[in-house]
């Protein structure tokens, strides 16, 4: 599984979200393929959550090949 950092779409910011996890069998979090976590601002123990969802080891032997990560 290979990360991949991107910033926080403007749809995203005006939404209140401050972290997503994407992953997808491509380079891209746009497709139908892609499963997408998101973090808003006022979730309840946001560093934790947020650690969790950048540790993809779990998902090295399944479909997807990345987690796109924005922040």
Not at 34 to 57: G, N, Q, Y
């Amino acid at each position: 599984m290979q990360k991949i950092y991107r910033k926080l779409t403007k749809n995203q910011i005006e939404r209140g979200i401050i972290f997503t996890s994407c992953l997808s069998e491509t380079k891209s979090d746009e497709y139908g393929d892609a499963t997408i976590h998101e973090v808003f601002k006022d979730a309840d123990d946001i560093p934790e959550t947020i650690r969790r969802l950048k540790d993809d080891k779990f998902f090295n032997n399944s479909q997807w090949s990345y987690n796109i990560i924005r922040d």
